[in-house]
């Protein structure tokens, strides 16, 4: 079974600030970016990792990401949207890739044992995300005030690594570009498609830096 892997790093970081891509934020001496490499260089099924960044950072510093991480075949322009930056990675994949493997490039606390069974259940299902059930209370909000409370029960909120078969997900990425179709993340291109989604549980440590606190529980976190 051959697995790839599209990592894509190609935002530039609006809702967290600063001066620099937040991929590129420094945890231990080192791009947040390559704390997530790093795990999937450790997990033994991902064979190899497509790494989808901004042109200006992929024409300054593409070749040091591809001479530092061994596990990086191969790196690609980001698009407008995620999506079209993921399927820019989907399309550079190798031949005879099985099992596609979506993670996003500022989720650095996955782990292989997370990755792996991601994998193990696309191949069962077709395609499987993690995700943790919601436990806050969910509010609908209209205009600044409660409309109503909606109830939690068979909610997840829902994370990355994600994994799919290769012509699944072919599918699902031709089918939302016919219809002019954007979703959050690939999962609801094959709910899009009609298609079951597995859910693998994640962990509430596998948290996306998205906002100036994650970078204080961040750096806390890798300190640990």
């Avoid at 550079?92 to 989720?107: A, N, Q």
């Avoid at 606390?109 to 069974?117: A, E, K, N, R, V």
């Avoid at 993690?130 to 939690?152: H, Y």
Wanted: aromatic share 8%; net charge neutral; with cysteine.
């Amino acid at each position: 079974m051959k697995v790839g892997a599209i990592i894509p790093a190609a935002g530039c970081g609006k809702r967290i600030g600063g001066s620099i891509p937040k991929q590129f934020i420094e945890f231990k001496g080192e791009p947040l970016l390559h704390h997530t490499l790093m795990v999937f260089s450790s997990c033994e099924l991902v064979d190899y990792v497509i790494l989808v960044m901004p042109q200006a950072d992929a024409d300054a510093e593409g070749g040091n990401w591809l001479s530092k991480y061994k596990i990086v075949r191969k790196i690609v322009i980001g698009g407008e949207q995620r999506q079209d930056s993921v399927y820019n990675g989907f399309k550079s994949l190798e031949e005879l890739t099985e099992i596609v493997v979506v993670h996003d490039g500022v989720r650095p606390f996955t782990t292989p044992q997370m990755i792996i069974s991601t994998v193990e259940e696309a191949r069962k299902y077709g395609a499987a995300i993690t995700a943790i059930p919601v436990s806050d209370t969910i509010k609908k909000v209209a205009d600044g005030f409660v409309e109503k409370t909606i109830t939690r029960d068979g909610l997840w909120r829902v994370q990355t690594p994600q994994a799919f078969k290769y012509d699944l997900l072919k599918e699902a990425f031709q089918k939302a570009q016919r219809d002019s179709y954007y979703g959050t993340d690939e999962g609801s291109l094959v709910e899009y498609l009609g298609k079951p989604v597995r859910i693998v549980s994640g962990s509430e440590l596998n948290m996306k830096i998205t906002h100036k606190e994650d970078l204080i529980i961040g750096k806390s976190l890798l300190e640990t």
